[in-house]
């Protein structure tokens, strides 16, 4: 499975944080894939995967927001039930742990991509498909 650049973006807990970063990278076309924003307190970090992680960066930088780029496991699945239990128990058997797990999945459709921080993306790679 493929190990991929996540963008991760300090934003505050207010309304509107999240509405100039989305406008300013869709200015210079660069695409959303994956996004998990959670509420964890007053300051919050915003998982991205987007189609161009260096022109993310900038962006943020010009909008004085904090960034950190880190790896993520992006597994694509079956949309059927039991693909995501199948992926766990794998990982677990190993011994790796699951951080973090993100995903969706569109109606219809019969491929999903979840998107997880583990604690060995070495091992997760290899045996997490």
Known sequence: MPIVKQ???????????????????????????????????????????VSNVEVAQKVCAGLGLKTVVEPA?????????GALGRVMRKLAAKGINVNYVYGTIERGTKRAVVVMGVSDFGAASKIAH
């Open 7 to 49: 963008l991760v973006v300090t934003l505050e807990n207010r309304p509107g944080a999240l509405a100039p970063l989305c406008s300013e990278l869709a200015k210079v076309a660069v695409n959303i894939e994956a996004i998990q924003a959670t509420e964890t307190g007053p300051i919050n970090p915003v998982r991205l995967l």
């Open 73 to 81: 496991l992006a597994v694509a699945m079956g949309h059927r039930p």
